[in-house]
């Protein structure tokens, strides 16, 4: 088969063309390994040798592709989360790892005996996976209304073999669903999880490289972005055990607003967790006797 450039050739190409992003070499690296089937790690090893000229068009497309704004977790058709990968088609978000941030304080509340746990919007489901592979006893509910999102975290159910994990079609905007095995005047999860839409229409990180080509149903919501975090505020007291937890992820100017609507639905012990950048980013309240629903 017919030889073109060396490793080490393509990745500083594709680097350059790709210099207007801050992971141009990261991406460019992960596109590779993509086409040639190896780690970061491998491509290190092998930077001198030559590449196979249908090999190389493949990665050239990826990087054009890349370069006009396709983020680089669709292009792969994967994603890192937790400590697994994740499916990810333009139907869901990229998981991000700030994320893992609201995973680590559900798992702070969640029992490692058996308890029930919600995760509204469940995307390509990140939230309720990485729970579901760290609790292993929990019976974890996973809503979602985009059939094709669903249908992704339904593939991602079965690969990673989490079949405590059930997969539903629903909103949030509706009657949240009871915990299996709980009647319906019952209220029964221990934890809700959402990372609901929290970006105000016509916000200019909309507008930035990636984020323009992820669903952005997924990412708007009106009243200053407020909007679906106020609909679960008010919907999951109704939902959870009296002590139970409501954990949300939300923009990073929206902590002071998300605190007060937490506090002023009864919710009690309200704090925020900052992301990797220091910026708020996770809120959670526990259910209190007088908190409504």
Known sequence: ???????????AEASEQLRHLPSARLDAELLL???LRQSRAGL????????????????????????????????????????????????????????EILVEAALEHCPMTACHVLDLG????????????ERPHASITA???????????LR???????????????????????????????????????????????????????????????LVAANEGLADLEVIIAKAPAALTTGGWLILEHGAVQGPAVRERLRAAGF???????????LERVSLGRKGIDAHG
Request: charged share 25%.
């Open 122 to 133: 469940t995307g390509s489901g990140a939230i309720a996976l990485a729970i579901a592979s």
């Open 156 to 218: 991602n159910r079965d690969r990673l073999g989490l079949h405590h994990v059930e997969c539903v079609a629903g909103d949030w905007h509706a009657e949240l669903p009871n915990a299996k095995g709980t009647s319906s005047d019952h209220a029964g999860y221990a934890v809700i999880v959402a990372n609901p839409p929290y970006v105000a229409p016509g916000d200019s990180a909309l507008s930035a490289p990636g984020v323009i080509r992820e669903p952005q149903e997924a």
């Open 1 to 11: 088969m017919e030889e073109g450039p060396t490793v080490q050739t393509l990745l």
């Open 44 to 99: 290190f090893c092998r930077h001198d040798a030559r590449v196979a000229v249908p090999d190389e068009a493949r990665f050239r497309a990826l990087v054009e592709a890349r370069a006009k704004g396709e983020p680089t977790a669709y292009l792969r058709g994967r994603q890192e989360f937790w400590s697994f990968e994740l499916e990810v088609t333009p139907a869901v978000l990229v998981p991000r790892g700030d994320t």
């Open 33 to 35: 390994g993509e086409v």
């Open 143 to 153: 809503v979602e209304r985009s059939p094709g999102a669903l249908a992704v975290a």
């Open 268 to 278: 009690e012990a309200v704090e925020t967790r900052r992301d990797l950048a220091g």
